[in-house]
Structures are given as C-alpha cells and as structure tokens.
C-alpha cells in the first residue's frame, strides 16, 4: 500500500499528519495530501569534485535573442542556454500566444520544441494558422507524461524547449493526480536537471491561483533561473510582462504588449499608454515620472477627494501602496497644514500599472492637493519624489534618465528633490524645480498655476 504525506503548498514542508499550519512557513490550510513515490533503482549522478573558487573556468552563455525586442529586455537579453524560466499568468492572457511566436520565430535558425499539454497538436497548428505561423518549421509534441517528454528532449535535443504547462505533466513514480504538489515538484525538479546537464532553455508556462500567485509548491520558484508574470485586463488590449526573480537580468523590468490580430505585438513607447488624453488640465491629475527596473516610464496618476458621506473617510489607492496613502496624508496636514480628515481620497495609476517605488509620493500629493482645491497642474508638468514623515523630499535613484524622459515626450516643467538636480540646472530644456520639502513644492506648484 502507498504511504502518503502532507506537503505545504507554501514551502514544500513535509509532515506526516495533517496540520492547520504548516510548521515551517506557519502558513494556514497549505497542507495537502501526496502520495510517496515508491524506491527505485536509478543510477547515481557523476559524483562533484571539491575545487577552490579560483579552479572555476566560468565561461559567461551568451543569450538566444527571442526575436521580441520587449520580451528579451525583461529576459536580459534573450533566453540564456541552460536556463529555467517560469512564466505565470491568468488564463486566456496570451501565454501560450506569445511563447508559439517566440518558438515560431527562432526555430527559423535554431532546433524549438514545443510541448502542448493542455492543447492537442490540431488546436496548436489552428492558433499558429490565425497567427500566420503556418509554415514554420516549429516542432511540436503533445504530451502530459514527463517520460515521454524527457525521450522527446533526448531525441531533438533542443536549444529551446517550451511546457505548456507544468500543470498538466505527470510521472509514473507519482501516485498523485497531475497538477499535485509532489507531481508539479518532481517533474519541475527533472526538467530543470535536463536543462542544466544538456543546455537546453527551457520555459515552463505555470497556473495562478485566484489570488495572483503561481499555483502549485512556492519552492517552483526557487527551482528556476528567471519568474516571469504576465499581467493585463481582460478589458484591454495591452498586456505587461514583469520579472519578479532573474539571475540574468534586472528584477522588475516591464515589458509592455498590444495584443493584435496577428498576436502579441512589442509597444516602442509604453508611455504613451500611461499617459491620459485630456482636452486642458484637469483637477487631480499628475504625472509621475517613475522607474520600471531599467526602464524610466511616465504614467499618470489621478486623486479624487471628495466629501465624506460615513464617519469614517475612505482611502482607496489602486497601483500604488495602500500603506502609504495614509501616511501620506498626515505630512500632508502636519507639515502643509492641508486637511483631509473629512474627505474620502482615492488615487489611481492609469493604464493598470503597479508602482511601488516611494519615489512616488511627490506625484501622489500634489494630484490631491489639486484635487482639494479643485485647480489643474499646470501643462506639462510632472513630479517624482520620496516624501518622509518630517516633511523632507528625498532623492529618486537615476534621476537624469527619469528626465530625459519627460523631456523626449516633450515635458516642459518638473518639481524634483534638490539632490536629483543636475549642475546645469537644466536637462534638454526642461525647467526644473528643485524642492528639499513638501512646503516647497506646494509653493512652486501655486506659482506655477498662477
């Protein structure tokens, strides 16, 4: 008879009992019931050799271009030999749209596979017909069984191998049903040793859960090189790509997508989707000058204040940290002598973007200041800034590219902490105004609108 354990989603703990709480991660109600693979035989691995750092021969992979200059940004190149990658997301988001396109495109000059296992290969070759990927020559294999998959990869010996998804692959050794927690671990821990030993990059499309997170163990996440999320509305055609673990690359980069007739498409300037449309200023609005890992992007943000009907007032912010709102308001009163105490204030990043970089707080005060007085910022101008608890504007890392920016996009003015000011006291005519406190830039602000 097959002994089972309890496994942490969380963690990947072991216990032998079921528990409310795991007693590693002291995570509630992660325990789930796996089967123990039975012992087999197996030949062990070559044994390691015990070397000083200084032996190492490390010779840098250089990365496999995808052919999608926005996704190879977010990759750090492209896709290095030998790497993991986990990308997870909603479902119908364009996962498996985008990776058949970065398959379709490299296998015109290097050995793809493609594993659907969710998909039959009939449904696979109707999406490559919408998408105008007919006659590439893109091998493909639908499977769920990691046996046969791992045969697939000795036989094509891939650069590049797409799972579609890690999910719905199984091993014989597991009594467990696909999509398990030992299941997802074990198969995920032997794609990963394939692709370490052979130096095949391997991508590993994975399931979330209704809360946002990827479904299945948390220890997938430390297995693999890179952690990819794509997020996006269901009502909008753009979709984001964000880094949340790379170790070839920066964490957070963004790339953007418009997802077109013909599949996802890169946007050259993600801006411009940031950025509202208004016929004049209106109340409210400011825009922020902000960083997506090495990306400088302007993106709008709204407040509204209005009236509070409840005793208590509500603060509501979407994109941005809900922790800080209220913060943020309490310098606004102490230091400004600004009120909001009977006002419900609600602030907003346009477009869907998540920013949680304090550098934020300047753009977030001056758009409630303006809602309060009801008073548009002037035209062309924006704000970035850290905003502390005494009052004081702290300097934003990489200033200048932030600049540079507004000023490409064609930003006339920018209120700026005076440690971000350059010594030519301008940067491609932009005017600039340097503050060190909130007073300060509510003072500049009220000149500006005058």
């Known amino acids: 008879m097959a002994r089972s354990v309890f496994v942490c989603s969380a963690c990947g703990a072991q216990s032998a009992k079921w528990l409310g709480r795991c007693p590693q991660c002291e995570a509630w109600n992660t325990l789930a019931e796996a089967a123990v693979p039975a012992q087999r035989g197996a030949a062990l691995a070559p044994a390691s050799t015990v070397q000083t750092l200084g032996e190492v021969r490390a010779q840098p992979l250089p990365p496999l271009p995808s052919g999608i200059a926005e996704l190879d940004r977010v990759l750090g190149g492209g896709l290095v030999p030998g790497s993991v990658v986990l990308l997870g997301g909603d479902p119908g988001i364009g996962k498996s749209t985008l990776l058949l396109q970065v398959l379709a495109e490299l296998a015109t ?49 891939p650069r590049v191998c797409v799972i579609d998804s890690i999910q719905t692959v199984f091993t014989e050794a597991i009594g467990s049903a696909p999509g398990s927690v030992a299941q997802v671990r074990e198969c995920a821990a032997r794609l990963t040793r394939h692709a370490k030993t052979a130096g095949t990059g391997i991508v590993l499309v994975g399931h979330v859960t209704k809360e946002g997170a990827l479904a299945g163990p948390r220890v997938l996440e430390h297995m693999v090189d890179t952690v990819l999320y794509f ?46 449309q208004h016929g004049a200023p209106v109340a409210g609005s400011c825009v922020l000058a902000t960083l997506e890992g090495t990306r400088p992007l302007l993106v709008e943000i709204q407040a509204l204040a209005d009236h509070a009907a409840a005793p208590s007032p509500r603060r509501l912010s979407v994109g941005l940290e809900p922790a800080r709102l209220a913060m943020l308001l309490a310098v606004l009163h102490r230091h400004a002598g600004i009120a909001c105490g009977d006002q419900d204030v609600f602030v907003n990043a346009v477009g869907g973007v998540r920013i949680s970089e304090p550098a934020a707080d300047l753009a977030v005060l001056l758009a409630i200041h303006s809602s309060l007085k009801n008073r548009a910022l002037a035209r062309g101008l924006l704000a970035f800034g850290e905003v502390g608890l005494a009052g004081e504007i702290r300097p934003a890392p990489r200033g200048q590219e932030r600049l540079r920016e507004a000023a490409k996009l064609g930003f006339a003015a920018a209120i700026i902490p005076a440690a971000n000011a350059p010594r030519s006291g301008s940067v491609d005519g932009l005017r600039l105004y340097p503050v060190q406190r909130i007073e300060q830039a509510l003072d500049v602000l009220r000149e500006l609108q005058d």
């Open 231 to 276: 997020e996006g509305d269901s009502h909008s055609s753009y979709r984001l790509i964000r880094a949340i673990k790379n170790r070839y690359g920066a964490v957070n980069e963004l790339g953007v997508f418009a997802m077109t007739e013909r599949g996802l498409r890169g946007v050259a300037n993600p801006s411009a989707i940031f950025l509202s």
């Open 109 to 157: 000059r290097e050995p793809v596979l493609y594993v659907s296992g969710e998909e039959s290969a009939a449904q696979v070759g109707l999406r490559a017909q919408r998408l105008g990927l007919r006659e590439s020559p893109l091998r493909l294999l639908a499977e769920t069984q990691l046996e046969r998959i791992a045969d697939a990869l000795q036989a094509e010996a």
